[in-house]
Structures are given as C-alpha cells and as structure tokens.
C-alpha cells in the first residue's frame, strides 16, 4: 500500500544529507553539463523506523537510489500529517526537482540539490494523498473556522515559520546553478504574493522588500540581480565551497532585554551581511538620523549592529572580532549596546 501527495508546484521543500549522495544524483541525471541539472522526478518516502541513529527518520529515494533525509524538524511534521490522515506506516511518493550539479571545467563543480514538492503547512495542507489500490482521496485534516480554515490565532506563528522555511528551500533552489534568472525572480515575487503570512517573521518581510524594490521600476538591472544573489547564496549558504546552510544569528551576545536606540549624536557599527539592504544603505539611514557611523569598534561606539547573517562559527569569523571586542568594552561598563538588525529597523522604522 503506498500513497501519492500532491504538492503546490512550488518545489520549496529541501532534503538534507545529499552531500553523502552526489555519486547516485549524478548516476540519476548523467554527465555533467556547463548549465547543470533541472530534472523532475518521483520520490519515493521510506519511513525509517529502524534508523539506529533517529526511529523518526524519513528516506528520500529516486530510481530507487537514496539521495538523501528529510530533516529532522520535516520529518516529524510529516509523520504528523501521515497519521492524522491515517497513513501512519504508509510509504508515499511526490514529485521532486533535482538542481545544480554544473561542471564548468577547471575542477569547479555544482552541488546538486533535490526539492520536493510537499507542504509541511498544517494550515494548507490540503495536498490530497490517494490510495493506489482505490484512487479514493483524503486530505490532511485540521480544526476549521466558521468559514471553513484554521483559526489563525492559533496556527499564525507557526506558519509563518514554515513558510519562511519553504522560502529559503525556495532560494536555495533558485542559486543551485550559481545564478538567478529573470524568471526565477518572477517566480520568487508571484510566491511571496501568494504567501503573504511569509512576511510576518523577519527574514521573510526582509527578503520581500528587497526583492520588491528591485522591481519597484520595472526594471531589473544586472547589479540588482547580482545583489540578490549575492544576498540570497549568503542566507542558504549555497556556494561551491561550503554546501551546508549558514545559521541566522540567533546565539549572540545581544543586550536583554533590547535596549532603546538612539541615532542624532550616537554612533553606530555594522557587521555581519544586512537582510534590510547593503551596508552603505544603512549607513545613510544613521547619518540621515544625526548618527554617526563607524567603522570599527571602539570606545567610542554606541550601538553594534549584529546582520542575521552570521556563520556558527562567527568567534572565529572577521566580524567576530568586532563582536568580542564590543562585549570587552561592554563589559568594562562602557554604555556600548550590542542589538540584532531586526531590533535596529524598528527603531529605524519608529524614528
């Protein structure tokens, strides 16, 4: 008995652990080519319930090859929308994309990426699954309104959340080959229209904004679509050198509980890739405000502003070096504050 889920079309939906697998992908796809791979295929869904190192896990395989995982976090929301659909120790299968895997000679080789087509959205996941030996279809059930969705109170943040989380499964599809297209921005701008709860969390909104100033002249230049994915490679991580995602700064040295942030006579530093837009942007909106900005930290620094961007091993890194020279002064009991952009844009936005 197996199933069959029918996704949005989207195709935002990352694996992990496909670096373990470049050898079978490109068993699936054939030769490397300059332009790489965009293939569509069927996935199958093995549930791994002797998985000695997670019970919980969930196989992905293609040609009957494993390529890869669903994460842990996908995995267990699926599992979740299996059994309420009363699936629960069903294998099931989706469509899925495979992309990157270029070769542009000289030992420069794409990673290939696999997405599937699947909603981890309790909220929307309506994707019908039905039964090979009936064709009879059911649905992912969820508790309804008068108007026949899901209270919004109660599932808003969390879907916001994964919606955010199938955006950047999204980008990360979009710079598998080293580029974006015209097209694959259109497609980017026609999901965040469509998705609108994405923009709720902060790396959503952000990336939202950004991409609609770039249209907001209807022109796209070749600086514009190299600043997103510029932009974009930083957030996913997607580079030729480094295959695994980059974290969002989250375990930072931040002032709690966020302090308040002044601009006319304060001086401000910035590290880290901003989400909100380049570092000259927000220089400009400092001095537009009476701040001043500097380029380093020292005693005279006011304000450290940490971008979401950050690698987890940012002690390590060159804007780590401002971090902990910026909590050295802290904590010698200088009136230095060290806050995350997030927090620096609604003051930007509340000036």
């Known amino acids: 008995m197996s199933a069959h889920l029918r996704g949005s079309g989207a195709f935002a939906l990352p694996i992990v652990g496909e670096s373990h697998y470049q050898e079978a992908l490109e068993a699936i796809c054939g030769p490397r080519s300059d332009e790489g791979e965009d293939r569509r295929v069927e996935a199958r869904l093995v549930l791994e319930n002797d998985n000695p190192h997670d019970s919980m896990a969930v196989r992905v395989d293609i040609q ?3 390529v890869g995982h669903l994460s842990r976090e996908h995995a267990r929301q699926y599992r979740k929308q299996l059994e309420r659909a009363g699936y629960a120790s069903t294998d099931a299968y989706c469509k899925a994309r495979i992309r990157g895997g270029w070769d ?4 420069r080789q794409g990673h290939y990426g696999v997405f599937l087509d699947l909603s981890m959205d309790d909220s929307t996941a309506t994707s019908s699954m039905r039964m090979d030996q009936n064709e009879r279809s059911r649905s992912f059930s969820t508790l309804l309104d008068d108007h ?5 109170a109660l599932y808003g943040p969390r879907v916001a959340k994964r919606l955010v989380s199938e955006l950047l499964g999204l980008c990360k599809g979009m710079v598998c080959d080293g580029e974006i297209a015209e097209g694959e921005l259109a497609a980017l701008k026609r999901w965040l229209a469509g998705h609108p709860d994405a923009a709720v969390l902060y790396t959503g909104k952000t990336v939202a904004e950004r991409l609609l100033r770039i249209y907001e002249d209807g022109i796209i230049t070749p600086d514009e679509r190299q600043e997103l994915n510029e ?4 957030l996913t991580g997607e580079t030729e050198e480094h295959d695994q995602p980059l974290n969002l700064s989250t375990r930072l040295p931040f002032d709690e509980p966020t302090p308040t942030i002044l601009f006319e006579g304060h001086e401000h530093v910035f590290t880290g890739r901003m ?3 380049t570092r000259q ?3 400009k909106k400092v001095v537009d405000r009476g701040g001043r900005v500097g380029k380093t930290v020292t005693k005279r620094t006011n304000f450290l502003v940490i971008g979401p961007i950050a690698s ?3 002690l390590e890194s060159t804007h780590g070096r401002k971090i902990l020279r910026a909590v050295e002064l802290r904590g010698e009991g200088l009136p230095l504050r060290i806050v995350s952009e997030e927090a620096w844009i609604h003051a930007i936005e509340s000036v």
């Open 231 to 234: 932009l974009l490679l930083d």
């Open 64 to 66: 009957g090859q494993t």
């Open 148 to 152: 026949g969705q899901p209270p919004k």
């Open 281 to 283: 942007d927000c220089e």
């Open 104 to 107: 542009r000679g000289g030992g």
């Open 312 to 314: 987890s091993a940012w």
């Open 275 to 277: 989400l909100c837009g």
